[in-house]
């Protein structure tokens, strides 16, 4: 029986891994900015669940729930950084006001949760699992905020994985496509200011939003089953793609990758300096 703290349990992603880990018999920490969203928890697993107010932007609240981990269940096994949102618009189009906050939640706040679990997994040599995203392995019109954040995440966690797997925590970095969610609802913030310039590009995000909020293939149920297998295998993959959109992605960035290095590899790759050249002066 594992012990597990999910950010972002209220709904989507988050709310579906809840449910598959307390089906399958394990403790959580269930945590959400208004706990009063998790109360159906409480009520279905009294002896298995406790719920936590948690905003990732408010670093004491993460202390918070790792210590109730530690105080009901006797410490913690997995933690999932979960809570995040995403923004449309074209760079030219953000204002600071609309993507600061992205980056607070979706990057700074994921380091301050998982500094406060830190402590209480390496005692127990658990998981953490980083949710990123399909956009962060490619960038695309309209997503470049959201791409920068996730972006972060891929970074750090890849970082992250080599300074704790010594220590017998390992990292995984799930990826999910689209799931039917409320990512492209009211978890996405549109940017305030549409460029016309940006109609055919970025602007067609914006109606992709509009056009496939609810209707997307994924089902979280089963993404949840995914990253619930990664967590419980003796050999958890660093980078665990979630739904077939994001193994298409990934095919084509690497064709992308390996197509540019061979066009410039014969050019780009000669940067080294020239060797210095000696000359033994005649000793007289």
Known sequence: ???????????????????????????????????????????????????????????????????????????????VNNAGYGMIGAIEEGSAAEYRPLFETNVFGLIEVTKAALPALRSRGGRIVNVSSGAGISG?????????????????????????????????????????????????????????????????????????????KGDPAKAAAVILKAVNSDKPPLHLPVGAVVFDIIDNKVATLKHDADAWRGVASHTDFEPALYFETPID
């Open 140 to 216: 695309s019109a309209g997503y470049g905020y959201y791409n920068a954040s996730k972006f972060a995440v891929e970074g750090l966690s890849e970082a992250l994985a080599q300074e704790v797997s010594p220590l017998g925590i390992a990292v995984i970095i799930a990826k999910p496509g689209p799931f039917r969610t409320a990512f492209l609802g009211r978890s996405v913030v549109l940017a305030a200011k549409e460029l016309p310039t940006y109609a055919q590009t970025a602007g067609m995000k914006r109606q992709y939003s509009k056009r496939n909020d609810g209707l997307q």
């Open 1 to 79: 029986m594992k012990t597990w703290l999910i950010t972002g349990c209220s709904n989507g992603l988050g709310r579906a891994l809840a449910e598959a880990v307390l089906g399958h018999g394990d403790q959580l920490v269930a945590t959400a900015r208004n706990a009063d969203m998790l109360r159906d928890f409480e009520h279905r697993y009294p002896e298995q669940v406790r719920i936590a107010e948690l905003d990732v932007t408010h670093p004491e609240t993460a202390v918070r729930a790792v210590a109730i981990a530690q105080e009901a269940f006797g410490g913690l096994d997995v933690l």
